[in-house]
Structure formats: structure tokens, C-alpha cells
């Protein structure tokens, strides 16, 4: 699950093909399915995100909630591939954009009518 925040103006334009850039390194960092995406974006207005100094307007937060297990260097290269794809791709500047990872147990989730730990993954 991704949650991405930004300012309206610069988030609306890119959504689509960031979302496409997120799924891609998902699949590549953490052998995630294709079709497991689960992306919602929030563009806010300029005076309901502030962010901090020696960013610009194209200042984006990456917020990715996964179920716990998956190695500190399959983490580290999702964070990576992001930074290097979001610039290649979007022409976001790693320094704009912020990510975090937050781990929670399979038994903490639920989808498809049971909990997370009860699913073959």
C-alpha cells in the first residue's frame, strides 16, 4: 500500500506515471505481482503541505506500508531504485522527494475476506 503526497498542481500531471515508476520498482525490489498495486495520492493545496526548506514545489512524500519479513536490503533497494527511477523517469530530484517504509504484521491485515497471515502469498 502507497500513499503519495504533494502539491496539487505538481502531483495531478504525474500521478498516472508515477504510480506506473512505483509499481515497476515494487516488482523489481520486492518480487511484488504486477497486478498488487494499491496507490492513492493525495495533492494538497499549497497552504495545507509544508515542507522544508531547500525543496521545491515538486516535493514529494512516498509513504509505503508492507507486511514485515522483507530484508533490510530488499528495503534499501526499493528506496533506491525510487530515488533513481522517479528522477530518470518523472525528472523528480532524489533531494524532493522523502520515502518512507512501515512493516506490520500479516496478522494486523486484511483483504480478500480474511487476515494477512491466513492468505498464500
Same mark, same amino acid.
Given at each position: 500500500?502507497?500513499? %503519495? ?15 506506473? %515508476?512505483m509499481? /515497476? ?25 509544508? *515542507? ?6 515538486? *516535493? ?14 530488499? &528495503? ?23 520515502i518512507?517504509?512501515? /512493516? ?7 483483504? &480478500? ?9
Amino acid at each position: 500500500m502507497i500513499r %503519495v503526497y504533494g502539491l496539487k498542481e505538481k502531483l495531478h500531471p504525474i500521478r498516472a506515471k508515477l504510480s506506473n %515508476v512505483m509499481n /515497476q520498482c515494487m516488482i523489481d525490489a520486492l518480487s511484488f505481482p504486477e497486478g498488487k498495486r494499491v496507490h492513492a495520492f493525495f495533492p494538497l493545496d499549497a497552504e495545507n503541505f509544508f *515542507y522544508p526548506e531547500g525543496r521545491s514545489e515538486n *516535493y514529494t512524500v512516498i509513504e509505503i506500508t508492507i507486511m514485515e519479513g522483507r530484508e533490510v536490503s530488499a &528495503r534499501k533497494a526499493l528506496v533506491n531504485l525510487l530515488f533513481s527511477k522517479i528522477e530518470a523517469e518523472i525528472g523528480i530530484k532524489p533531494n524532493d522527494i522523502e520515502i518512507s517504509i512501515a /512493516q506490520s504484521p500479516a496478522h494486523d491485515w486484511g483483504f &480478500r475476506g480474511m487476515t494477512g497471515d491466513k492468505a498464500l502469498l
